[in-house]
């Protein structure tokens, strides 16, 4: 894996950047290095603002450029501390290819000489970049950072599938909750909307039910219970259970051309005397199903 360190977008406008352009330009060799630009030291009243600005915004690149090299030696070589021993601020003259650069570093306490000559200190240098050598001691193979995101893996994909679980099961307590919610409100509202109980009750309508005929006409059975409850048809079953008898023997209803159970019991058919040789006369059978 390749080496990497920071560099802040806004760096180039940082005050001890600009700092540093100004020092580079107030040096000798470096302007005799960079080609005749005015330098610092020549930035009186004489100059115009315009020189002096274009010259710090192109040395400010300069010094960004010379950065990146320079903490990338630091960062292969220092430790956590930022020093680095038996090394100069000259050295970084070279690392950086911009003479002057050491001094320059120098000027803005980026860098600070040990006493003796003992080497060099790059002042908070960890603050945004980690040491090579201290990475070193945590660093971990290909194989290990494999094994370690394979574990990882399989860590969230066991959670996401204990949290689908336990993401069913509470949808399915409340989709239960719900529908029986659902169902008791039925239940209420049906107990609500139910009209009284006559007092012939229901008891015999599933003898008018079992006694009709088949047919694609025989439907409705809840409306007809209820129509029989409110009529409370129980107390003349006898007479409408002989009239179904009897019509069930005339010509009409043999063929098939019997009204609903609804209408019969909507019209009070039973009423109209009907005998078996009856059947000419065909009835509306939506008569009465409303």
């Given at each position: 894996?390749?080496?990497?360190?920071?560099?802040?977008?806004?760096?180039?406008?940082?005050?001890?950047?600009?700092?540093?352009?100004?020092?580079?330009?107030?040096?000798?060799?470096?302007?005799?290095?960079?080609?005749?630009?005015?330098?610092?030291?020549?930035?009186?009243?004489?100059?115009?603002?315009?020189?002096?600005?274009?010259?710090?915004?192109?040395?400010?690149?300069?010094?960004?450029?010379?950065?990146?090299?320079?903490?990338?030696?630091?960062?292969?070589?220092?430790?956590?501390?930022?020093?680095?021993?038996h090394?100069?601020?000259?050295?970084?003259?070279?690392?950086?290819?911009?003479?002057?650069?050491?001094?320059?570093?120098?000027?803005?306490?980026?860098?600070?000489?040990?006493?003796?000559?003992?080497?060099?200190?790059?002042?908070?240098?960890?603050?945004?970049?980690?040491?090579?050598?201290?990475?070193?001691?945590?660093?971990?193979?290909?194989?290990?950072?494999?094994?370690?995101?394979?574990?990882?893996?399989?860590?969230?994909?066991?959670s996401?599938?204990?949290?689908?679980?336990?993401?069913?099961?509470?949808r399915?307590?409340?989709?239960?909750?719900?529908?029986?919610?659902?169902?008791?409100?039925?239940?209420?509202?049906?107990?609500?909307?139910?009209?009284?109980?006559?007092?012939?009750?229901?008891?015999?309508?599933?003898?008018?039910?079992?006694?009709?005929?088949?047919?694609?006409?025989?439907?409705?059975?809840?409306?007809?219970?209820?129509k029989?409850?409110?009529?409370?048809?129980?107390?003349?079953?006898?007479?409408?259970?002989?009239?179904?008898?009897?019509?069930?023997?005339?010509q009409?209803?043999?063929?098939?051309?019997?009204?609903?159970?609804?209408?019969?019991?909507?019209?009070?058919?039973?009423?109209?005397g009907?005998?078996?040789?009856?059947?000419?006369?065909?009835?509306?059978?939506?008569?009465?199903?409303?």
């Open positions: 894996m390749a080496d990497w360190i920071k560099m802040r977008s806004s760096l180039v406008t940082n005050p001890k950047v600009v700092r540093m352009a100004r020092v580079l330009l107030a040096d000798h060799g470096f302007r005799e290095w960079i080609g005749g630009l005015r330098g610092c030291d020549t930035c009186d009243e004489s100059v115009t603002s315009h020189v002096t600005t274009r010259d710090i915004e192109v040395v400010t690149r300069i010094v960004v450029g010379a950065l990146v090299p320079t903490w990338s030696a630091v960062n292969d070589t220092a430790g956590r501390d930022g020093v680095i021993r090394a100069s601020s000259h050295d970084f003259d070279i690392s950086a290819g911009v003479p002057g650069f050491g001094r320059a570093l120098l000027a803005v306490d980026w860098l600070q000489e040990l006493p003796g000559g003992d080497g060099v200190r790059f002042v908070n240098f960890d603050e945004h970049n980690s040491p090579q050598k201290e990475r070193s001691l945590t660093s971990k193979s290909g194989a290990e950072r494999t094994k370690e995101y394979r574990e990882r893996k399989k860590q969230e994909q066991a996401v599938t204990k949290s689908d679980a336990e993401s069913d099961e509470a399915d307590v409340t989709v239960t909750s719900q529908r029986d919610d659902r169902e008791e409100k039925s239940r209420e509202e049906k107990k609500r909307k139910k009209p009284p109980t006559p007092s012939g009750g229901c008891g015999r309508f599933e003898d008018f039910w079992t006694a009709w005929p088949k047919s694609e006409r025989k439907q409705d059975k809840v409306k007809c219970a209820q029989w409850r409110t009529l409370g048809l129980d107390a003349k079953a006898d007479v409408i259970l002989a009239d179904i008898a009897v019509k069930r023997k005339t009409k209803w043999r063929d098939g051309y019997m009204e609903a159970p609804l209408v019969y019991l909507n019209g009070e058919r039973w009423e109209d009907v005998t078996p040789g009856d059947g000419a006369e065909q009835h509306d059978w939506t008569e009465g199903a409303h």
